[in-house]
């Protein structure tokens, strides 16, 4: 199908959602199994599309004699940690993936792997995909300064093969460090696999010591970013006897998306920890929110979104890096919004925005078409508009990335139609 339209349903809203395991802990527990010599008994893989080619990448084995193509799709943290893998294992191979995913910078993470060892070439434009790796011999280097400000993926991609270096590895990050809580989900996997790593966030520093992985069992979790689009849909519920129960999530969680939690207070969204997971009601919404998406970026089109429509005015810090995301996250939100009525604006240059009710937007306006720019995320933050008035968007299969029983799991909600292509809203 290339389009959904997506209805409000009749009737009470009750559901019980059996989550997608997280896609960040399935991946980052894929290449510590790896680094064990695949000797690790995973539970509960994720099945989103970017932990399945992690998968079937790492299944393919290491080649001997030409570098064969390792084409990651759009799978950015694929990318980034199958790049450090097969660079620090001596696996020859030319890492690709879509166009855009050719437009997204790896370069910090190319200049520390060369830094430590390997052998790295450009396949076309300097500090971009595709590249080729050649080998690594070790270097003796094993210090390393690394911003932590572009993307926490490539720290994480550093430290998980640290232990495989001869030395170990002492990262120190410099400048504001983003998206914190999945630097510390990276260590707190490494520890639970038999590392040993010494974090020290006052002085700025991660120090890894050389020492194999040790072999053991690991069930993965339930997606903290994948519940976030049923809060939305509690929030933007107009039945104040809305509950849906989100089956495997845990209080104390790794994912640092488990944010959405006391932002979505805010919005209107009552948590309750149960046995199975997490009961979501309704509760009294606030008027405005500010909130720093530094740590949880992937929260930041879902809570933009629902604040449109539910009218709460919402000022968002620490999304710059939105923009070399699978789109221009900032851009597409930006266009995007208008078709609801609202806007984002820039109110401090790359730093402040504020989400705003346009002047004059009433609910006539027609059907709203939402472009999803060959990302999911946005096509599952806008999805729950559907809990007000009817939406369409286009090419709903880009969801398949990361949550793959999307559109199955909100038909309990809303009315799902698909659309065959042409069709008007």
């Known amino acids: 199908m290339n389009a959904v339209r997506l209805s409000p349903a009749p009737g009470p809203v009750r559901a019980t959602i059996p989550l997608a395991s997280s896609k960040s802990e399935s991946n980052r527990a894929l290449i510590l199994d790896a680094l064990t010599g695949f000797r690790c008994d995973l539970q509960n893989l994720s099945t989103a599309r970017d932990t399945q080619t992690m998968i079937r990448l790492l299944k393919a084995g290491a080649s001997t004699g030409l570098p064969d193509t390792a084409d990651v799709l759009d799978a ?12 620090v294992t001596g696996q020859p191979k030319i890492m690709t993936g879509t166009p855009r995913m050719c437009e997204r910078p790896i370069g910090i993470l190319v200049d520390a792997l060369r830094t430590l060892g390997a052998d790295i070439t450009y396949l076309n434009n300097e500090g971009y995909p595709p590249l080729q790796l050649n080998g690594f011999s070790a270097s003796g280097q094993h210090t390393l300064s690394i911003r932590g400000d572009v993307s926490s993926q490539y720290i994480s991609a550093l430290l998980m093969i640290a232990p495989a270096l001869p030395q170990g590895l002492t990262l120190t990050l410099t400048g504001p460090i983003g998206s914190r809580p999945y630097i510390e989900m990276t260590i707190a996997q490494m520890v639970y696999f038999g590392a040993d790593v010494q974090a020290n ?3 700025r520093t991660i120090t890894v010591a050389p020492q194999p992985y040790t072999p053991k069992p690991y069930q993965i979790e339930s997606d903290w970013s994948g519940a976030s689009y049923w809060y939305s849909v509690v929030a933007l519920s107009g039945d104040p006897d809305t509950t849906i129960d989100l089956l495997g999530l845990k209080p104390q969680s790794l994912q640092g998306d488990s944010a959405i939690v006391e932002i979505m207070r805010a919005l209107g969204v009552e948590s309750t920890f149960t046995d199975q997971g997490v009961r979501l009601t309704r509760r009294p919404a606030e008027s405005a929110l500010s909130w720093d998406f530094t740590d949880c970026p992937d929260l930041a089109q879902t809570v933009a979104v629902c604040a449109a429509v539910s009218g709460v005015a919402l000022t968002l810090t620490g999304i710059e890096s939105l923009k070399i995301k699978e789109t221009d996250r900032v851009l597409a939100l930006q266009t995007e919004l208008q078709k609801l ?5 820039e109110v401090e240059s790359n730093h402040r925005y504020e989400v705003r009710s346009l002047a004059g937007a009433t609910p006539e306006l027609p059907t709203p078409v939402i472009d999803t720019y060959d990302d999911h995320r946005m ?41 065959a292509e042409g069709t008007k809203a």
Request: charged share 20%; hydrophobic share 50%; net charge negative.
């Open 341 to 345: 009525g609202a806007e984002l604006v």
């Open 379 to 419: 096509a599952m933050a806008f999805a729950p508009v559907a809990m007000q008035r009817s939406v369409m968007i286009e090419e709903p299969g880009v969801v398949a990335k990361s949550y793959p029983s999307f559109w199955e799991d909100m038909a309990k909600v809303v009315t799902v139609e698909p659309l």
């Open 201 to 203: 966030w006052d002085e």
């Open 76 to 87: 950015g943290t694929t990318m980034r940690f199958l790049t450090a893998y097969f660079a």
